[in-house]
């Protein structure tokens, strides 16, 4: 369930109002002649590069310089935690739950 402070109300109002006004401004745009793209760049060639390294790099060595490896990877420590104690006892509102 969604739930918005008293008050931000007036503000998400707004914000609503502002998103919904571009879309029907998008929306009045004529476009009946205009061709679908599958990409913006659907007519333009591309160029492949061919990529070779130039310096042998050995794994261990590299991972030897690090202090978060694990399992021969790099690690990256946890980033998202929740902020409150009753956001942890309320699983709707844990963002760690889902991690």
Do not use: A, W
């Amino acid at each position: 369930m969604l739930s918005i402070p008293e008050d931000k109300v007036e503000q998400y109002c707004d914000d609503l109002g502002g998103f919904l006004n571009s879309v029907e401004s998008i929306q009045s745009v004529n476009t009946e002649n205009v061709r679908p793209l599958h990409s913006i760049l659907e007519d333009t060639q591309l160029t492949l590069h061919f990529e070779q390294t130039t310096v042998n790099q050995d794994h261990e060595h590299i991972l030897d310089h690090s202090n978060n490896v694990q399992g021969g990877f790099f690690t990256v420590p946890k980033q998202i935690s929740s902020h409150t104690n009753s956001q942890k006892s309320n699983k709707n509102n844990s963002i760690d739950d889902e991690f």
